[in-house]
């Protein structure tokens, strides 16, 4: 191998205080026990150590014992299908790099500390650590992998199953950085690999000696995560190793990736919580509850290549949190067969994605949502709506763009209670292929910069107050301050049965304004009460000539006052605001 000393041995130490340390070797190798001089294979001033061996290397002595490199990098690699590298020697620094990387590799497992022998063995960098096995990597036994210095990096891959074990009632394992990234695969050769991290210990964390933190990225078919999982600032990400595979939010019942509620509640990061992958087709399915309360993070990112599925037949929220995003391909809240259709939650902000089939359907059961761009990508919702809906119970306001195909509702459930309006906000475009409905349990406001807009040939808009009426006697306020738009198809604006009041007017509530936003034809259909239909238009450069057609009690046409033509049935009294008519040039003919 190179210029490396080529052995075979079964006992092995080598010293050199510069000029580093080189080995190939074939056989099951112990590392010490030769001679009391030297402890194990070390540089002690500089240079690198790389010991490579064709089948095991042990560390099984005493603590003095390691393999280590002062101011190098350090290098283990055991070959062969069957070979090890362990380390139980009760060392603190069993492989060791006080200024380099760490870098290890085993054909079979890497064990780092051992039950049999209650004893650990750590592995401490001060640069980036590597480790790769092709089947396990287990630390037990109160076995430290520290990764020292601001910024420096873990990577851990293996082939099957990666644990961090409390075995024998010991005080736990740990994986430590400073705020370096950790990157860990459980089930890199085989599908079902697990990611176990055991009830003592401090878990995985990426902020220690009081950094801020880094992200944590865990890949594995299953885990089991009974201690911390710290990322401080950094995003914390679960996720698939193989796919297709399944994720279970709230229940862990074998052949998924299981994350239970008591799982999640032992992660912490500032910034995001990432469950799941859009380059897996495997399914997300709401199993059981998942509540942010007693965890360390308030934004939950589901990413799915397939359908984010609510499977349990009650209308109860299953996800409760601050802040949710759901990205899905085929489907949001449609399980393909399931008891339930719609993907129940309980949240303050949300922002939803489904970009190629099914629909978005979505129920939020308490105190309002917002619908927030929260993944930087401009919208709050995009992709294909496939005729769903979004219901809040209630308010519902709009804060990010929501564009969408296939049809889309936008809903905030009436109760008996004032506040179930429907507000789009101040720049917001709401817009779909299709059909686009709005629906106020009490009012409407669409602010006067926003604009919603259907596009298709074919389209359909309603907008509507009062839905439900679940508070008899309370009627709804319709304000169209913003545009709206269908490409040519009639604009529909409706109320229930308590009296609605329907306003037009570009300049919002204040003084002035023109009715030339709304750019097609308009019906304004109320509910048999005492409705009012405001029009302003008082701030109109044009000189207009308005025509009112009377079609019978509360039925009518106003044409001529803007783009489009206004219709009314079931409306008891019109206000119309026109220019100052004695104004030369401005005045409007009746």
Do not use: C, K
């Not at 109860?316 to 259709?341: R, W």
């Not at 902000?349 to 949502?369: P, R």
């Not at 669409?446 to 604009?451: A, E, I, K, Q």
Request: without cysteine; glycine residues 16%.
């Amino acid at each position: 191998v190179g210029n490396a000393i080529e052995n075979a041995v079964n006992n092995l130490e080598a010293a050199t205080s510069r000029g580093g340390i080189f080995i190939s070797n074939t056989g099951n190798l112990n590392i010490g026990g030769v001679t009391g001089a030297i402890a194990g294979v070390q540089a002690t001033t500089s240079g690198n150590v790389e010991l490579i061996n064709n089948g095991s290397i042990i560390l099984d002595g005493t603590s003095v014992e390691g393999i280590r490199a002062s101011s190098g990098n350090v290098l283990v690699q055991a070959i062969g299908a069957a070979a090890d590298v362990e380390t139980h020697n009760g060392s603190g620094d069993a492989i060791d790099s006080n200024n380099g990387t760490v870098t290890v590799s085993a054909g079979r497992d890497i064990l780092l500390g051992s039950a049999a022998t209650d004893r650990f063995g750590d592995i401490e960098s001060n640069g980036a650590m590597v480790l790769t096995a092709g089947r396990d990597i287990i630390v037990d036994e109160a076995t430290f992998i520290d990764v020292f210095g601001p910024g420096n990096s873990f990577t851990g891959t293996a082939g099957r199953h990666f644990s961090l074990l409390a075995s024998d009632a010991s005080p736990g394992s740990s994986l430590y950085t400073e705020s370096g990234p950790i990157t860990i695969t459980a089930g890199n050769n085989t599908v079902g690999g697990t990611f176990t991290v055991d009830a003592a210990g401090t878990g995985v964390d990426a902020n220690g000696n009081g950094e801020a933190g880094a992200a944590i990225t865990i890949n594995a078919d299953d885990m089991v995560i009974n201690n911390p999982i710290d990322g401080g600032t950094g995003i914390v990400t679960l996720r698939q190793t193989n796919n297709p595979r399944t994720i279970t939010l709230g229940t862990s019942p074998g052949g998924t990736l299981g994350l239970t509620d008591a799982e999640l509640n032992l992660v912490t990061t500032t910034t995001r919580l990432v469950v799941g992958r859009t380059d897996n087709t495997g399914n997300i399915q709401s199993t059981g509850l998942v509540d942010q309360a007693g965890s360390g993070w308030t934004t939950l990112w589901l990413l799915t290549g397939g359908q984010i599925q609510d499977i349990i037949a009650s209308a109860v929220s299953q996800l409760t949190v601050t802040n949710l995003s759901m990205q899905a391909a085929a489907g949001i809240g449609v399980p393909g067969g399931g008891p339930s259709i719609d993907m129940d939650v309980d949240v303050t902000n949300l922002d939803v994605s489904n970009s190629t089939s099914g629909a978005i359907i979505v129920d939020d059961h308490a105190g309002g949502v917002t619908l927030l761009d929260i993944t930087g990508d401009g919208f709050s919702v995009t992709g294909v709506g496939g005729g769903g809906f979004i219901l809040a119970r209630s308010p519902l306001t709009i804060a990010s763009d929501a564009i969408t195909t296939g049809g889309m509702t936008y809903a905030a459930a009436d109760s008996a209670a004032a506040g179930d309006d429907l507000t789009v906000n101040n720049g917001v475009t709401v817009q779909d292929d299709t059909a686009l409905t709005l629906d106020a349990g009490d009012n409407l406001i669409l602010n006067d910069t926003s604009t919603v807009v259907v596009t298709g040939v074919a389209s359909t808009l309603s907008l509507n107050v009062d839905e439900d009426d679940a508070d008899a006697g309370v009627g709804g306020i319709a304000n169209l301050f913003g545009t709206v738009n269908t490409g040519g198809q009639p604009i529909f604006v409706g109320g229930a049965g308590d009296i609605d009041t329907f306003n037009v007017d570009s300049n919002g509530a204040a003084a002035g304004g023109t009715v030339d936003d709304v750019l097609d034809n308009i019906q304004f259909i109320g509910g048999g009460a005492a409705d009012i239909l405001n029009l302003e238009d008082s701030s109109d450069p044009v000189a207009d000539v308005v025509n009112i057609s009377d079609g019978g009690v509360g039925i009518g046409t106003i044409s001529g006052l803007g783009l489009a033509n206004f219709t009314f049935n079931s409306i008891v009294t019109v206000n119309i605001q026109l220019p100052n008519l004695a104004a030369p040039g401005d005045g409007d003919d009746i």
